[in-house]
């Protein structure tokens, strides 16, 4: 299920990440690597902001799509 979908406050786990090389790429240096815990912290439009390694980053829908949990 995509990131998108989780519930606010939900420890999850990241098990794929999709998307081009460059993607994915982007996402790994933001922190989202398979196997990394993340929470949900709010949701807005669709937009999420998602604590991970103890930082708070905002994805688009279209980003938060392409990462599975």
């Known amino acids: 299920m995509p990131l998108s979908m989780g ?3 939900e420890l999850v786990s990241i098990k794929r990440v999709t998307g081009n090389d460059e993607t994915r790429q982007h996402l790994a240096e933001l922190g989202f690597i398979i196997g990394e815990p993340v929470t949900i912290v ?8 998602i604590n991970v390694k103890d930082s708070r980053i905002a994805l688009d829908k279209t ?7």
């Open 63 to 69: 980003l938060a799509n392409r990462i599975m949990i």
């Open 42 to 49: 709010s949701k807005n439009g669709g937009n999420l902001i």
């Open 7 to 9: 519930n606010i406050g």
